[in-house]
């Protein structure tokens, strides 16, 4: 069994910055250069998106069109936690955020890869 907990979420205005954590618990995964973690998004009425992933060894990242430039995912590896770093927030980003873990190649990883889901997050930009 794999836990995964978001940390992080809140209320901000256009423009600022936020700080999403994520820890993943209950087992090793031992091969660090297959399968990492990701971000997923939901907003309301809407599909859940991929946002951005990296691997367990944190050599290869991956982000959407929308985020990139703009969002910064960071792994450590030891402690199988991820971070989201949000810069430049904007409306649209508003959405429930979600931390998964894939033990596939993240490169090609679809949403269905992940095996392991958090329970979300709320990120709310606003002014």
């Known amino acids: 069994q794999v836990h995964v907990v978001e940390s992080g979420g809140g209320l901000v205005r256009p423009g600022d910055s936020l700080r999403l954590s994520c820890a993943a618990s209950g087992r090793t995964f031992s091969n660090p250069d297959m399968g990492g973690m990701g971000w997923f998004r939901q907003a309301p009425g809407k599909e859940r998106e991929f946002v951005a992933a990296?691997?367990?060894?944190?050599?290869?990242?991956l982000y959407s069109n929308s985020v990139k430039g703009r969002f910064t995912i960071s792994g450590d590896v030891a402690k199988h936690m991820m971070f989201l770093q949000m810069n430049d927030l904007r409306p649209e980003d508003t959405a429930v955020y979600y931390c998964?873990?894939?033990?596939?190649?993240?490169?090609?990883?679809?949403?269905?890869?992940?095996?392991?889901w958090g329970q979300g997050i709320q990120v709310t930009v606003s002014s």
């Open positions: 998964a873990v894939t033990e596939d190649d993240v490169a090609i990883a679809t949403r269905s890869d992940y095996g392991y």
């Open positions: 990296i691997t367990w060894n944190g050599e290869y990242t």
